[in-house]
């Protein structure tokens, strides 16, 4: 299986440590991210990773060369010429992924200890194009799942705005834990092009589609503000 590692963004709330760096070689313990994140999915057998680049990407593939790529297999999306997100550096890099076998996608500031073996013989089971990992923790942003753990929804806590699938009957609101698993159908799927959210689409694609949602209580740190990489280095050695 291939991993997707999101990791072109511009970590504006880690300044100022991303004035001058890409946020995916921020370290906790002394240890970059992007390291800790190649061998948390290396501990699942995954050795073949994309992973896309555009703020200081450069110092990423620098950083790779000089680890000899973890002795894995790594191809770089370089997004040098406009930064896409989440959803159009997914289609991006289509070439490396669109070839008939699931595949991880997750963020490069996303710490976690999540068994991914469960995960994804989870979305294997469902058989559906595209699995998310999800828990109930505190966030300014839920999705909203049906007792069938099917996406229906989109809420945001501060202001009360939604958006719905269907009318809301006690539909469960959970946290998106940066980590999916996905199937290559979803590039069939996918209207958006250029520079967009891959959540846009999912919220988009859940009024017909089937998006489930995988609940875990697994740890899991966004180390994307100065603060969280305190909490990170307190949890993850």
Known sequence: ??????????????????DH?????????????LERNIKYLQSFG?????????????????????????NSNIEISDEKNQLLETGGGLVFARKFLD?????????????????LNYFV?????????????VSDRKSSRKL????????????????GE??????????????????????PEIFRKIKRSGKFSIMEEYLDL???ESIRGYEHSATIVDVGRPESILEAEKIFK
């Not at 013989?121 to 990992?133: P, Q, V």
Request: charged share 25%; net charge negative; hydrophobic share 45%.
């Open 46 to 70: 995954i050795n073949d990773f994309v992973i896309n680049i555009h703020h200081f990407g450069e110092q990423i593939v620098e950083f790779l060369k000089k680890n000899d790529n973890f």
């Open 162 to 183: 939604q958006r719905l699938a269907e009318f809301n009957k006690g539909f469960k609101p959970l946290a998106f834990s940066g980590i999916h698993c996905i199937n």
């Open 21 to 33: 760096h890409p946020k995916a070689l921020a370290v906790v313990n002394e240890v970059p991210l």
């Open 99 to 115: 070839h008939g076998e699931d595949f991880l996608i997750m963020n490069a500031d996303i710490l976690t200890d999540l068994d």
């Open 206 to 208: 859940m009024s017909y």
């Open 144 to 159: 909203l799942f049906n007792p069938e753990m099917i996406l229906k929804g989109w809420l945001n806590v501060e202001s």
């Open 121 to 133: 013989e989870y979305h294997r089971e469902k058989k559906d194009f595209a699995t998310l990992a």
């Open 1 to 18: 299986m291939k991993a997707l590692i999101f990791a072109a963004g511009k970590g504006t709330r880690l300044k100022p440590f991303t």
